[in-house]
């Protein structure tokens, strides 16, 4: 009886190493940002299973890990910021560029960036940019300058949703005020204070996942945004413009990182090295409306996708990154977002 | 031990004697797991200190607590007074609950009555129904109410077809929004145990008080009520219960514009704050406040079997 037991649980595991791929690779990612036929498309070339989670913010994607998920995903797609965050919490392994066949298809300006420098850890993903779009059949006038989201003129008042998350929202209020992100000024922070909560009465809803939905409904005729979300909501029928203001945006870039302790190294770089062919890059750029930080995409890329005003900003466009505060002075800000919203 | 015990139907209680303890170990065993241990490793985290962007040291610390209570200024140099903010936003969420909670049972009473007094065979059917929207996820339905109520949803296009109203109503995003999604999300947790009561409710009760010369008004707060009291406060605590930390209904209808309870909490470990010892320390003195609001119940229970 044990003997055939053992037969059988023998013969059941050459079964199924048989039916199943070589390996596995464990992705952890942002909602709605790859095509699924990209991941079989892998999953085919290299004969491994890929599974995938998705979060919806780089602060959700950090806790995850720190509630104990590390170790259980090879890869993860956190943004700019939360890329050096993670590197000073010890989260992320590192690689060399020898490692990765593509790594120089990275675009020149991507390879030493600051919150990864020389690209250790990290590839780009795509970037874009965050700013807010305007229904143009509600406000006809000039749109140029986040007055209109942090001023509002009459035509748009209560009729304005702004992202969800302190970080974006108070960055671009920042920008409008021309002080210095991660200020431990108090008179520039009273000042940051004072502006949103003037501000708020003439907003009328917080959302970041909602952003596309409210405009196109026309629940919102003015919304904070990312480009490529914009794009989609002009897509959907939307008559809205993106725009690029005169006072600076926020600039980011989501990379694909190599998690410390990936249970799956191999496969981790060889999906990293996947995503750098061009042809790749592009068909996460035709289905996410953002930038790829790759070489040679374009005769890859769909041209309405190419040539979206929200993706070719003016030459001259400000736009910076947000920056990861240290702890003294982010408790400055997690006060007022607090106290905007209580 | 039971070997001598005489078997018999009415001596069951003392087959199980001294046994009975390892039969309730599979509820034990749920109850630690699912309830002692989540509710101990919160109180503990909140009297950790916090590690920056989530995350506890293992060290001691009332900082979490003392953040709820006293406010230092902006920069934390001035003297403490009391905070408001975060008891604010525990004040709104109960005043927002208790209003659910009345809305659904000044509806939801009548609903059950209505239900309990048809003839039996349609009783069900009539349950059914009450019961039917409620096979479709919470999230499916919260949603469904924004589209039904938004400027340009049907509702507004209606009324302004046949000219009730010039513009819409501006429902969304509004106090009025929640208490909607609120009512509408919990309205069978009300008419449900008080259509059990009142079911039981023996109508020749009624009857005897009126040849008593009792008018309507007198039967309904000294006959009936009593008796069907033990489910309408069953029928509340179930609607305000899950109506205090509800955050679908405020983010999603009423705009995210100011915290409840629950995305308080929610920020503390999912957003920017990252503050786990301080998400724990409110949901504790969430919890406390559930539990005094039980613990009244239970006692005015134990009074009315005692008399």
Redesign the interface.
């Given at each position: 009886m044990k003997k055939l037991l053992a037969t059988t649980a023998l013969a059941l595991m050459s079964l199924t190493a048989g039916a199943h791929a070589e390996g596995k690779l464990s992705i952890y990612h942002w909602f709605e940002y790859i095509p699924q036929e990209l991941l079989d498309k892998f999953a085919e070339e290299y004969d491994v299973e890929v599974t995938m989670d998705t979060f919806d913010s780089n602060e959700a994607l950090l806790a995850s890990l720190k509630a104990g998920k590390l170790g259980s995903y090879d890869v993860a797609v956190p943004g700019d910021y939360m890329v050096k965050i993670m590197r000073d919490e010890g989260m992320l392994d590192t690689f060399e560029p020898s490692e990765l066949p593509n790594f120089g298809n990275i675009e020149d300006r991507w390879v030493d960036v600051e919150f990864d420098p020389g690209r250790k850890s990290s590839i780009p993903y795509q970037w874009g940019s965050t700013s807010f779009s305007v229904n143009k059949d509600v406000y006809k006038g000039k749109l140029d300058s986040l007055s209109l989201i942090f001023e509002a003129p009459e035509e748009l008042k209560g009729k304005i949703n702004v992202l969800d998350t302190a970080g974006e929202t108070l960055t671009l209020a920042s920008l409008y005020l021309g002080i210095p992100q991660c200020t431990s000024d108090k008179a520039q922070l009273k000042e940051l204070n004072a502006l949103v909560q003037k501000a708020k009465p003439d907003w009328a809803s917080f959302g970041s996942d909602v952003a596309k939905d409210v405009l196109v409904s026309g629940d919102a005729a003015a919304g904070m945004i990312w480009s490529g979300f914009s794009a989609k909501a002009r897509a959907e029928g939307a008559n809205i413009e993106y725009v690029f203001p005169k006072e600076g945006m926020i600039v980011w870039m989501d990379n694909v990182v190599l998690l410390k302790d990936a249970p799956n190294r191999e496969n981790a770089l060889k999906f990293m090295n996947f995503l750098l062919e061009p042809e790749n890059a592009a068909a996460v750029t035709n289905y996410a409306q953002y930038t790829a930080g790759v070489k040679g995409v374009s005769e890859f890329l769909e041209p309405e996708v190419a040539n979206s005003p929200e993706s070719n900003p003016p030459a001259d466009q400000k736009g910076v990154f947000v920056e990861a505060c240290p702890e003294d002075v982010q408790v400055l800000y997690d006060a007022i977002w607090t106290n905007l919203k209580k | 031990m039971a070997a001598g015990a005489p078997m018999g139907a009415g001596n069951s209680s003392r087959i199980y004697k001294g046994s009975g303890w390892k039969l309730l170990f599979p509820s034990w065993i749920i109850i630690g797991i699912f309830l002692l241990a989540p509710v101990l490793m919160m109180g503990v985290y909140s009297f950790l200190t916090k590690e920056?962007?989530?995350?506890v040291i293992w060290q001691f610390s009332l900082d979490a607590y003392d953040q709820f209570f006293f406010d230092r200024g902006?920069?934390g140099d001035e003297p403490p007074r009391l905070e408001w903010?975060?008891i604010?936003?525990f004040w709104r969420s109960i005043w927002q609950a208790g209003l659910a909670t009345l809305a659904c049972l000044l509806i939801g009473f009548p609903t059950a009555w209505f239900i309990a007094t048809r003839d039996p065979k349609s009783r069900s059917t009539w349950l059914f129904l009450v019961t039917i929207p409620y096979w479709v996820n919470l999230l499916i339905r919260t949603v469904s109410m924004k589209f039904l109520i938004?400027?340009?949803g049907p509702l507004n296009e209606f009324l302004l077809s046949i000219g009730v109203i010039d513009a819409p109503l501006g429902l969304?995003?509004t106090n009025f929004a929640v208490q909607l999604g609120l009512f509408y999300s919990y309205l069978p947790f009300m008419v449900l145990p008080i259509y059990a009561a009142v079911e039981r409710y023996d109508f020749s009760l009624s009857e005897a008080a009126a040849d008593l010369y009792a008018g309507r008004w007198t039967i309904l707060r000294l006959v009936i009520l009593p008796v069907v009291k033990p489910g309408i406060v069953a029928g509340c605590i179930l609607v305000f219960v899950p109506s205090l930390g509800a955050f679908l209904a405020p983010?999603?209808l009423g705009?995210?514009?100011?915290?409840m309870i629950g995305s308080?909490i929610e920020?503390q470990?999912?957003?920017?704050?990252?503050?786990w010892p301080f998400g724990a320390a409110a949901s504790m003195i969430l919890l406390t406040i559930v539990m005094c609001v039980l613990l009244v119940y239970a006692r005015n229970q134990n009074k009315v079997e005692a008399r």
């Open positions: - | 920056f962007r989530g995350g902006l920069f903010t975060y604010g936003i938004r400027d340009t969304i995003n983010d999603l705009g995210a514009k100011t915290f308080l920020e470990f999912k957003g920017n704050a990252g503050n």
